[in-house]
């Protein structure tokens, strides 16, 4: 990956505030999925990025400031995904721009982002009063952090996964331990976890074990979902499977990639930490 040395993540950047497209920058997926042989024609899972921005403010056509919240939903096909910093800089570039309606920036991002990564996508803006509105994130299944355990390495190990004995079930785990590695800056990113399954009981303390082992990781986030999603099937063979992460905020953005090979996107629900 030392082309990603040279995209807006991997330098310093000037911020520009008058619209310019231009600012993005496509991150191909192959990459990432070659090293977890996947090729993109089969993929064992679908599935969407959820992204949410929170800094958007442009200027309407009598030049008063709007802010705004955006929810982008990038499908997990598209050949690219979009350089985060890039999405920073592009969406601070609207700030001192001219737009007639609320719709007329939405279609400018659906457009420029559709473009960047190669597919279609769904852009949704929000008042911050509608925002305050939107229900967050709620605890269900078993939250496997309050298992009491000891831990002595931190080093990737999908083999820690384990099933237990007895008839498949339909169970969640969930953890707000998951820690992982930015692989340009190796600044480190933070994320709830959710798994839903249906098939041999996973051990939730094996589950915990092997979220810690990826504290010194190095993925971007749509990268540690599908890792995560490919150890699980490989390790537990789940007929069932969901996994879905919620990042917390780096540059005014959390993404929060969703995949599964049964059910549709989980709603974008807000954790505590975003």
């Known amino acids: 990956m030392s082309y990603l040395k040279d995209t807006p993540l991997g330098r310093s950047s000037d911020y520009v505030d008058e619209y310019t497209p231009a600012l993005l920058c496509p991150v191909p997926r192959w ?14 899972f679908h599935g969407t990025d959820i992204w949410n921005a929170y800094e958007l403010s442009w200027l309407t056509e009598k030049g ?3 802010v705004a919240m955006c929810e982008l939903r990038i499908p997990c096909t ?7 910093k890039s999405l920073k800089l592009y969406l601070n570039s609207f700030a001192n721009t001219r737009f007639a309606n609320r719709d007329e920036v939405r279609a400018a ?37 309050t298992i009491d355990l000891n831990f002595e390495h931190y ?10 004995q007895g008839p498949e079930q339909t169970g969640q785990l969930y953890s707000h331990l998951l820690r992982s590695h930015c692989p340009v800056t190796n600044q480190p990113d933070w994320a709830t976890v959710v798994v839903r399954y249906t098939g041999r009981a996973i051990s939730p303390a094996s589950f915990l ?4 082992s990826l504290r010194n990781h190095q993925g971007f986030h749509e990268q540690i ?50």
């Open 209 to 212: 074990r092997y979220v810690v």
């Open 109 to 145: 991002i659906e457009k420029d982002v559709g473009q960047t990564v190669g597919g279609n996508i769904e852009v949704l803006l929000f008042s911050l009063e509608d925002a305050a509105r939107l229900p967050l994130w709620e605890d269900k299944g078993q939250c496997v952090d």
């Open 155 to 164: 080093d990737y190990n999908p083999d820690l996964l384990l099933c237990d």
């Open 64 to 66: 008063k400031p709007v």
């Open 225 to 274: 979902i599908e890792q995560m999603f490919v150890d699980l099937m490989a390790q537990c063979s789940p007929r069932h499977l969901t996994v879905y992460g919620r990042f917390t905020r780096r540059g005014g953005i959390d993404i929060n990639p969703f995949r599964s090979n049964s059910e549709q996107a989980l709603p974008n629900r807000r954790t505590v930490r975003q």
């Open 78 to 84: 598209t050949p690219n995904i979009v350089e985060s």
């Open 31 to 44: 990459d990432a999925r070659e090293s977890l042989e996947l090729e993109d024609t089969a993929l064992p």
